[in-house]
């Protein structure tokens, strides 16, 4: 299945961006394109209600117009014109026969204005920038370049605006900054490489091999598997894994590596090999594989634990399709263990009423004590719960309707992308009877 990118850009600038498509493969693209801005909305909200796209690459001028329409997990890029595209219009104007200076540029930053006039051995003070502001409109930007032309005589504009450069083509000469199609290419491979990266880590599966060492009586066996399937039903990391009886001797989880990362503490140690020899009396080997199947986790899971099988205290290894073993991993104390340890009427009902099961609330409670009142994006979260992002997302909805999460700004995780929402987990006060 390939990647699907969004595009929105103006329709006089869409064959700009064709040509920079170009050197990518293995993508399908959806167009949005669009004449003036007030169509921006509505013409993306349509195009998401109508595709499955992984990712959206536009200006700063669409993503102003329909930010709160993206989905808070869709990987975005803002193309903004490079210090090359300043360079560029600098070397048109030149060709065209105009001084250099006086001008009056929007959108650029003043520092990559100071840069380039600079480079190029121009007069700063010759040179008037309004950087980009979403709540500008056009006509306060046309009205920008008119004044700088009435204070200092500006011979010509750069604008990155197609509609400022429309309405100011009557007043003065002007040209437009379009971005170029290197810095266009350098930004969807950029988005492409983000999307790729974010598939492979989200489709990235983990098998866990649980085997009772030394106990030879089929009915001891038993008795000590059924113990096992219950430790591991409830232990708070597993919870939404995939587990079953193995064999004679074990039991097998499959579920997303991040959980047995978490479980493990990033594969060093793995406290529920402790606790099946607190409360069963038995000693446990437990071996984790990594690969591109379900097949393969399982037979790199049995091999790792045949080789933990052989150590004299419970422990545990991890082996990878691409060579790396990591172990021995001993028993330790989890951090994230239950905030409520025997449930209790409280929290089961309150379970009940979020649509969640009570070893997830228990986990969001425990996770909410570690965050020590820290608001936390939905990306973040399904990470400490080991989950893909949409089912972060999921949860945080599900969590929304019930009152457990509360909305507390955005923030700026990258320069390039998009702010993300952050949210403040609210289960502990929800909860009667609390334990530790």
């Given amino acids: ?67 709160d329409l993206l989905p808070a997990d869709l990987p975005v890029a803002v193309v903004r014109s490079a210090d090359l595209d300043l360079s ?55 009205e920008f370049h008119r004044q700088a032309r009435e204070r200092t005589g500006a011979d010509y504009a750069i604008s990155l605006r197609t509609a400022v450069t429309a309405e100011l083509r009557a007043a003065m000469p002007v040209l437009n900054a379009l971005p170029g199609t290197a810095t266009i290419r350098a930004n969807l491979h950029e988005l492409a490489l983000r999307i790729q990266s974010r598939q492979a880590t989200a489709s990235r599966f983990a098998a866990g091999v649980f085997l009772v060492v030394n106990q030879e009586a089929q009915a001891d066996l038993d008795r000590t598997r059924i113990g096992l399937m219950n430790l591991l039903v409830n232990t708070p990391e597993f919870s939404d894994a995939w587990i079953e009886n193995r064999d004679r001797r074990g039991v097998v989880v499959f579920a997303h590596k991040a959980l047995f990362e978490q479980a493990t503490h990033s594969w060093v140690s793995l406290p529920t090999l402790a606790q099946a020899q607190e409360t069963l009396g038995v000693r446990l080997a437990a071996g984790f594989g990594v690969g591109a199947s379900a097949r393969t986790c399982v037979q790199l899971a049995e091999w790792a634990a045949a080789r933990a099988e052989q150590e004299d205290t419970p422990s545990a290894y991890l082996v990878e399709d691409s060579g790396v073993i990591i172990g021995p991993m001993s028993g330790s104390a989890s951090p994230l263990a239950y905030t409520y340890r025997g449930h209790g009427d409280d929290l089961e009902d309150l379970a009940r009423r979020a649509g969640l099961s009570a070893a997830t609330l228990s986990r969001l409670a425990a996770l909410e004590r570690t965050l020590a009142g820290r608001a936390i994006s939905p990306s973040d979260l399904a990470s400490s719960l080991g989950i893909t992002d949409p089912s972060g997302r999921r949860l945080i909805r599900k969590l929304g309707e019930s009152g457990l999460v509360t909305e507390e700004g955005s923030a700026q995780m990258h320069r390039k992308g998009r702010p993300t929402r952050l949210y403040r987990l609210a289960i502990s006060p929800a909860v009667t009877g609390e334990t530790s």
């Fill in 1 to 67: 299945m390939p990647i699907v990118i969004g595009l929105v850009v103006h329709a006089s600038h869409q064959s700009l961006f064709e040509e920079a498509t170009r050197t990518l493969s293995g993508v399908r693209l959806a167009w949005v394109a669009y004449r003036h801005e007030d169509e921006i909305r509505p013409r993306v909200e349509e195009m998401l209600g109508r595709e499955h796209v992984h990712g959206l690459l536009l200006g700063p001028v669409p993503y102003a117009k329909s930010r």
């Fill in 88 to 142: 560029i219009a600098f070397f048109r104007a030149a060709a065209r026969g105009w001084r250099p200076t006086p001008v009056s540029i929007d959108t650029f930053d003043p520092e990559a204005v100071d840069e380039i006039t600079r480079a190029l051995d121009l007069d700063r003070r010759q040179v008037t920038c309004l950087p980009y502001d979403p709540e500008q409109s056009v006509a306060q930007i046309v």
